[in-house]
């Protein structure tokens, strides 16, 4: 059973500081890792993600993938009020093939 | 990031109608989708995966003939949900590739169904 663990929070933190989001995978053949941001009530929406391992940077997020410890995470820096929302690490196994969730981390960014 | 739509957002049905979501990609061919359901508080769970043209493949524990999975066109992917039951309550997701060789996943808007 492959699975995809996340702590499910919630994790809180002030406004401006740097949020961070765990996520490890059962699987090391493991090929592509996301990371989505759900709104409540709202479908997950694509805001990261990584290949290789290292850190990835594309704003005030990065993402880094260690595939040796089979760990991904999610820094956001500069946290804001509108970053609170329900953090889904996604884990690929397979070119083209399906994605497996991980519980997601609920985050809450206080002004 | 490419578009996928998904109808209807919300529905409300008697206990033992069915119901029929739709999920289109707008702006590519997506000759697999996927569709995933998701409780409250819960993760998303991967129901079937939606292949164009051929039978789809349900994920264990899941009722094919239930949850009726119809991809007639590159561009459309339809869930149906027979003989609805409160249970059955949940929020439905559909998701698609872009193409070949693009890993990324992307959302519809989510279909919130709730049987009475």
């Known amino acids: 059973q492959k699975e995809v663990e996340q702590n499910s929070g919630p994790l809180s933190v002030p406004e401006g500081a740097i949020a961070s989001l765990n996520c490890t995978y059962s699987?090391?053949?493991?090929?592509?890792f996301f990371w989505y941001r759900q709104y409540s009530g709202k479908s997950p929406e694509l805001i990261m993600f990584?290949?290789?391992?290292g850190d990835k940077e594309d704003g005030r997020f990065t993402a880094q993938l260690n595939k040796a410890s089979q760990y991904v995470s999610l820094l956001i820096r500069d946290s804001q009020p509108s970053d609170s929302a329900t953090y889904l690490c996604?884990?690929?196994?397979?070119?083209?093939?399906?994605?497996?969730f991980g519980q997601g981390t609920e985050l809450s960014v206080k002004p | 990031g490419a578009v996928v739509s998904q109808h209807p957002s919300w529905v409300i049905c008697k206990s033992g109608t069915s119901v029929k979501i739709e999920c289109r990609s707008l702006?590519?061919?997506?000759?697999?989708m996927f569709w995933y359901r998701q409780f409250p508080k819960q993760s998303l769970m991967l129901m079937a995966t939606?292949?164009?043209?051929?039978?789809?493949?349900?994920e264990q524990g899941v009722e094919k003939d239930k949850f009726l999975i119809n991809h007639a066109s590159l561009t459309l992917s339809t869930l149906t949900v027979t003989s609805a039951h409160p249970e059955d309550s949940s929020f439905y997701i559909c998701?698609?590739?872009?193409?070949?060789?693009?890993?990324?996943?992307?959302f519809g808007s989510g279909t919130q169904l709730s049987v009475l």
């Open positions: 998701s698609a590739r872009p193409g070949r060789g693009d890993e990324k996943l992307f």
């Open positions: 699987d090391r053949g493991s090929q592509s």
């Open positions: 990584i290949y290789s391992n």
């Open positions: 996604a884990v690929s196994y397979n070119q083209g093939g399906k994605l497996i």
């Open positions: 702006d590519f061919q997506a000759t697999t």
């Open positions: 939606s292949n164009e043209g051929s039978k789809a493949t349900y």
